[in-house]
């Protein structure tokens, strides 16, 4: 017999499939790399126009992304968009995961509706940034010592 928790997981599935891919509401309900990241190569903080926040952690070894972790305060869409976002990431090299852009992730969704393509910008905005701090640290490593993280 179904329990409570898994008719209400049904209904709220149901009732994304309304508007979602089933890629997306697979990412949004069980995301991929949530957390932050001890010692991280990488990390970049963006917040959308919406007003929402991402937060992106890299770990590189051999100029390849071996780990991507991610945590954001927004909506469900965004939590599929980092979740997937890290990885597509995830076994590339650096300049491949560099090319990484929100349509990428729009493809690998299939789609996202109209309103929610910026969640989509959010988690790709946020991986270039991570990548763009690598390069700078590998640049310049004492800053590192300065890190607000
Ligand atoms: Fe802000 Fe989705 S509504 S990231």
Redesign the pocket.
């Known amino acids: 017999m179904a329990s409570s928790y898994q008719e209400l997981e049904e209904f709220v599935r149901e009732e994304m499939r309304k508007i979602y891919t089933e890629a997306t509401i697979d990412h949004a309900m069980n995301p991929r790399n949530m957390g932050g990241m001890e010692n991280a190569d990488g990390f970049g903080k963006v917040t ?1 126009p ?3 926040t991402m937060e992106i952690w890299l770990k590189i070894k051999n100029n390849t992304v071996v780990e991507a972790t991610f945590l ?1 305060d ?2 469900e ?2 939590i599929a968009a980092g979740s997937m976002v890290t990885e597509l990431a995830k076994g590339k090299s650096i300049s491949e995961a560099l090319k990484i852009t929100h349509q990428d992730v729009l493809d690998a969704f299939g789609s996202l509706p109209e309103e ?1 393509i ?2 989509a910008f ?1 988690a790709a905005n946020t991986l270039r940034e991570a990548i763009k701090d690598y390069f700078t640290f590998k640049n310049e490593p004492w800053k590192r010592a300065y890190r607000q993280h």
Request: aromatic fraction near 0%; charged fraction near 10%; glycine fraction near 24%.
């Open positions: 959308g919406c007003g929402d954001t927004g909506c869409t965004s929610s910026h969640c959010l």
